[in-house]
T-cell receptor, first 112, second 111 residues
């Protein structure tokens, strides 16, 4: 299996622009997670889905962030409008059942 | 608030030495405690995990020690190698679902 696939790997944008991050989970996995990693706050869970349904979005920082999972093989995390404090590495992870989460390589986002 | 406290923030060890990373938690409902390893530019990867019904789990050079009464657990890396240089995260969850991560420990192994 190719593992969790994320795109783009790097994104540089200007404040106020819309940013869309994409994730393809491992085939057959029924849970999908979006995390944000920064030096100050470490790894933070933003939202997770089970069978394409959002289960817990309590970690989404504010209304500028939204996530969707239209089908079992694709999810997006959108930031609109983006701000410099959104600069971070965003990880997608997937899992089948409980326990082991498999992380993607991450998207490094820089908002100028 | 951070539900899992991890220390130290960083450590340097000589090749062949032992690296020890400690974590503490408050929520007694946690029942799954994994450790993740992250190399620069990569996503975290599961290294080893333990449940509170055992006090120790060993996989190769990596050992988790678990103290349920003290609500603490630790990772020991025996015979540390330069390839072990990475950031290590402890985590905790209830039934393996929503993971709460520690702040991470950067381990540098000097040859």
């Amino acid at each position: 299996d190719a593992g969790v696939i994320q795109s783009p790997r790097h994104e540089v944008t200007e404040m106020g622009q819309e940013v869309t991050l994409r994730c393809k989970p491992i085939s057959g996995h029924d849970y999908l997670f979006w995390y944000r990693q920064t030096m100050m706050r470490g790894l933070e869970l933003l939202i997770y889905f089970n069978n394409n349904v959002p289960i817990d979005d309590s970690g989404m920082p504010e209304d500028r962030f939204s996530a969707k999972m239209p089908n079992a093989s694709f999810s997006t995390l959108k930031i609109q409008p983006s701000e410099p404090r959104d600069s971070a590495v965003y990880f997608c992870a997937s899992r089948q059942g409980p326990e082991t989460q498999y992380f993607g390589p991450g998207t490094r986002l820089l908002v100028l | 608030q951070q539900q899992v406290k991890q220390s130290p923030q960083s450590l340097i060890v000589q090749k062949g030495g032992i690296s020890i990373i400690n974590c503490a938690y408050e929520n007694t409902a946690f029942d799954y405690f994994p450790w993740y390893q992250q190399f620069p530019g990569k996503g975290p990867a599961l290294l080893i995990a333990i449940r509170p019904d055992v006090s120790e789990k060993k996989e190769g050079r990596f050992t988790i020690s678990f103290n349920k009464s003290a609500k603490q657990f630790s990772l020991h890396i025996m015979d540390s190698q330069p390839g072990d240089s990475a950031t290590y995260f402890c985590a905790a969850s209830i039934s393996g679902y929503k993971l709460s991560f520690g702040a991470g420990t950067t381990v540098t192994v000097r040859a």
